[in-house]
């Protein structure tokens, strides 16, 4: 097993932009981390880079303590696992499971590879089809046949490029949680690239959020979704997502196109001497105000508004608010999608209801902010100050 260790990594293409700037991770042996971001933000060529199959342009790559910036691919035994698996269609799943261990010609004798084959097929549960051939596999049994090569091959990491790309939205969920509850079981450090937040907050141990070759925030699942660094990490991490509204400060007040919110003190002091802030609030962290726990009210701040509509998911509701913004706050919005890397962002606020809430679109109804919870980031530089 092994520590990848990236030191100011960078990729630069020709002239052009660096794809990856200065990105530094130290990743401990047996850890899982996931690479995520929108597409371009440079998670592929990171890990092209860790593997082998890119050069580094400046930086150090250690593996083990080893310094392999110019070692060969195949000399830094860590296994990839590709999206479209690179399975071979003439050869049954054993021979695709053994075939890294015929490639090293003469190193495992025929005893060795049946053992470790067999193993593999053990732990993957594929035992039953190794006479198989990859067409006549399902989606999820193609992807444990590409992870059976990784084991046998017994490398000190395996490396993941979108491996659940190509399955439907059943089988991705079924296989994630196959995959995490293996890598735990054996412990082999893991790096995975998606641009699938929820894959990277379930498996990961830490999460790397990566924006246009640069490292926004390396953290726990837990800790990026609730103290994000900045409002690209809020806006990424979480769905549906956070909402943001534009607000001014008056009095220890928020100005905001709710209305007046009361915030802590000491919320309000980080925002201090800012005209204009924007404000992150989570839909869940509003309620239906006739059902909010009286010991609960006084921590937050009630408004009246009108939903246009809301959605009825059995277990929850999901409320809409639209919010007309002053001419300056649009253009601020519009900013802030830029930043974020969207098309737009609308002037609307999604909220969480509980099942039983009556409240209904079209009606004015009064609502309820968990105050403690919300955010506060500057509005220019879109730091979290909070
Ligand atoms: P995706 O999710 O779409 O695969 P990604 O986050 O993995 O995106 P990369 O594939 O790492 O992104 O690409 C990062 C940047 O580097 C992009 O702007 C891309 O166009 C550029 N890039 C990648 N490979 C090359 C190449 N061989 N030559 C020139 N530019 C490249």
Redesign the pocket.
Known sequence: MASIRLKNLV?K??D??P??NDISIDIEDGEFII?V????????????MIVGL?DITSGDLYINDERVNSKAPRDRNLAMVFQNYALYPHLTVYENIAFPLRLAKGKHSEEEVDRLVTGAAETLELTDHLQRKPANLSGGQRQRVAMGRAIVRQADAFLF??PLSNLDAKLRGQMRSEISQMQRRLGTTSVY?T?DQTEAMTLGDRVAV?K??ELQQIASPRELYEQPVNLFVAGFIGSPSMNFLPATIEGGKLQTALGALDIPADRAAKAEGRKVVLVGVRPEFFEDAKLVDEAKKPHGSTFTATLTHTEWLGNEQYGYINFDPAPEVRELLNNLAREMDADELRPQVVVTLDAASRIRGGRESEIWLDTRKLHLFDAETGENLT
């Open positions: 990729k293409y020709g052009g932009f794809a990856v690479l971001g929108p597409s371009g933000c440079g998670k592929s060529t990171l890990l092209r890119e490029d979108e690239v641009h990566l246009k070759g």
